[in-house]
T-cell receptor
Framework: EPEVTQTPSHQVTQMGQEVILRCVPISNHLYFYWYRQILGQKVEFLVSFYNNEISEKSEIFDDQFSVERPDGSNFTLKIRSTKLEDSAMYFC?????????????????FGEGSRLTVL | TQLLEQSPQFLSIQEGENLTVYCNSSSVFSSLQWYRQEPGEGPVLLVTVVTGGEVKKLKRLTFQFGDARKDSSLHITAAQPGDTGLYLCAGAGVNTGFQKLVFGTGTRLLVSP
């Protein structure tokens, strides 16, 4: 069964360092997402990406964050200068897409997550 | 800011009992999804409800979307230990749809044999 894969599974970094989290979405999917979950808190939307550009982003997704689809298979999240409060589980997800008029299921397939620890 | 509050936060029951989890908001959503998350894994979609008042059944799980599309419930009949996990509701905004899900605060369910 196709799945979303994420690397690394766990990364420890020093505050101020740059981090890149990598994701390989399901191959025929068109929408890509990053969500994060701080320990003990709810899952929070960061950004969605479609047709090689950001389609939606949250207030969390500030100038320190960027996303890229460099080669048609990988989807990356870069945090330029990590802060302590960036420590969280970061989930990548992908979907076939959705059509408002057809009310598709809009199923997001999530990866297993990358745990980021900022010291 | 759209918020989804789930209740209860924690639920510990015996095998065979019934339970209901609630997901409430003051905002209207175009659709609402329920996910289940196991430790160390990402959320997995259980169901999507789209129409106000809609009821969907998935074996022993019954999902309902409120008439006003602001709330939802998940009812489990005769819970089993395999139902143990974190249940999350997630709303799709009227303007943003599934591009930007708002997740609920989560309900952690423990079903003991």
């Amino acid at each position: 069964e196709p799945e979303v894969t994420q690397t690394p599974s766990h990364q420890v970094t020093q505050m101020g360092q740059e981090v890149i989290l990598r994701c390989v979405p399901i191959s025929n999917h068109l929408y890509f997402y990053w969500y994060r979950q701080i320990l003990g808190q709810k899952v929070e939307f960061l950004v969605s990406f479609y047709n090689n550009e950001i389609s939606e982003k949250s207030e969390i997704f500030d100038d320190q964050f960027s996303v890229e689809r460099p080669d048609g298979s990988n989807f990356t999240l870069k945090i330029r200068s990590t802060k302590l409060e960036d420590s969280a589980m970061y989930f990548c997800a992908s979907s076939e897409g959705w059509d408002r008029s057809q009310a598709s299921t809009g199923e997001l397939f999530f990866g297993e997550g990358s745990r980021l620890t900022v010291l | 800011t759209q918020l989804l509050e789930q209740s209860p936060q924690f639920l510990s029951i015996q095998e065979g009992e019934n339970l209901t989890v609630y997901c409430n908001s003051s905002s209207v959503f175009s659709s609402l999804q329920w996910y289940r998350q196991e430790p160390g894994e990402g959320p997995v979609l259980l169901v999507t409800v789209v129409t106000g008042g809609e009821v969907k059944k998935l074996k022993r799980l019954t999902f309902q979307f409120g008439d006003a599309r602001k709330d939802s419930s998940l009812h489990i009949t005769a819970a089993q230990p395999g139902d143990t996990g974190l249940y999350l509701c997630a709303g799709a905004g009227v303007n943003t749809g599934f591009q930007k899900l708002v997740f609920g605060t989560g309900t952690r369910l423990l079903v003991s044999p």
